[in-house]
T-cell receptor
């Protein structure tokens, strides 16, 4: 089944404790992206990747890191999480040149 | 700054009603407008509208792009409780920008 998977789905952590949210897709998509969704603000792009070893900042990259060592994986790293990073996070992927993105199930992160 | 504004923010209708959701945008180098439906968690793709395809229809859902007015509408006829969701509009210009969404609740 073609899908985007994220782990974990729910995470409660404390300020300053490094964490990684994994994202994997099995559709051989070149483009992958991370979004956060907050009430009243819609989806805001954090980082995106056009292909392996190519990443770029989105609208709200501060406090986040990403890497794209393999085509299928695009992990999101929070080196020192803070409470303002409490949010619902989505990973998405698409074929290069297509804006029809496939979204993962989301990760609900709470930083205390 | 690119922006996408959706209206209304939320609405409640009864089964069988017809609804119209609005999306207006200001983006640089417009390429396409996309509609997504978000039930419970992950958004799922509905339509993509471009300059060469300004009207799309799928079952009870249809969408029109008005490039002069820089806007789009999403119509849902004969609504069902399963249509309850957040409807997201996104516009692809120099970057992909999402609106805040319209929360639709269909009561039985």
């Amino acid at each position: 089944e073609a899908q985007v998977t994220q782990n974990p789905r729910y995470l409660i952590t404390v300020t300053g404790k490094k964490l990684t949210v994994t994202c994997s897709q099995n559709m051989n998509h070149e483009y992958m992206s991370w979004y956060r969704q907050d009430p009243g603000l819609g989806l805001r792009q954090i980082y995106y990747s056009m292909n392996v070893e190519v990443t770029d900042k989105g609208d709200v990259p501060e406090g986040y890191k990403v890497s794209r060592k393999e085509k299928r994986n695009f992990p999101l790293i929070l080196e020192s999480p803070s409470p303002n990073q409490t949010s619902l996070y989505f990973c998405a992927s698409s074929l290069s040149g297509s804006r029809e993105q496939f979204f993962g199930p989301g990760t609900r992160l709470t930083v205390l | 700054e690119d922006k996408v504004v959706q209206s209304p923010l939320s609405l409640v209708v009864h089964e069988g009603d017809t609804v119209t959701l609005n999306c207006s945008y200001e983006v640089t180098n417009f390429r396409s407008l996309l509609w997504y439906k978000q039930e419970k968690k992950a958004p799922t793709f509905l339509f993509m509208l471009t300059s060469s395809g300004i009207e799309k229809k799928s079952g009870r859902l249809s969408s029109i792009l008005d490039k002069k007015e820089l806007s789009s509408i999403l119509n849902i006829t004969a609504t069902q409780t399963g249509d309850s969701a957040i409807y997201l509009c996104a516009v692809d210009g120099n970057k992909l920008v999402f609106g805040a969404g319209t929360i639709l609740r269909v009561k039985s």
